[in-house]
């Protein structure tokens, strides 16, 4: 009886990495290295400074 549930445990272990080796995304080099992204909101305000810098060179 033991035995069933150390197998049936094995085998969703194994079935669920397979899973996420295909569902995850794999990690961007720049995490590894230590280099830091620019969030989302730093984003937004260097565009926005590009549109408004573009705006003026039109005006």
Not at 25 to 45: A, K, R, T
């Amino acid at each position: 009886m033991l035995s069933i549930f150390f197998w049936s445990g094995l085998f969703f272990t194994f079935v669920a990495y397979i899973v996420l080796t295909f569902v995850l995304d794999p990690m961007p080099d720049n995490v590894v290295s230590g280099e830091q992204q620019p969030s989302s909101g730093e984003l937004l305000d260097a565009v926005d400074r590009e549109l408004a810098a573009s705006e003026k060179a039109f005006a």
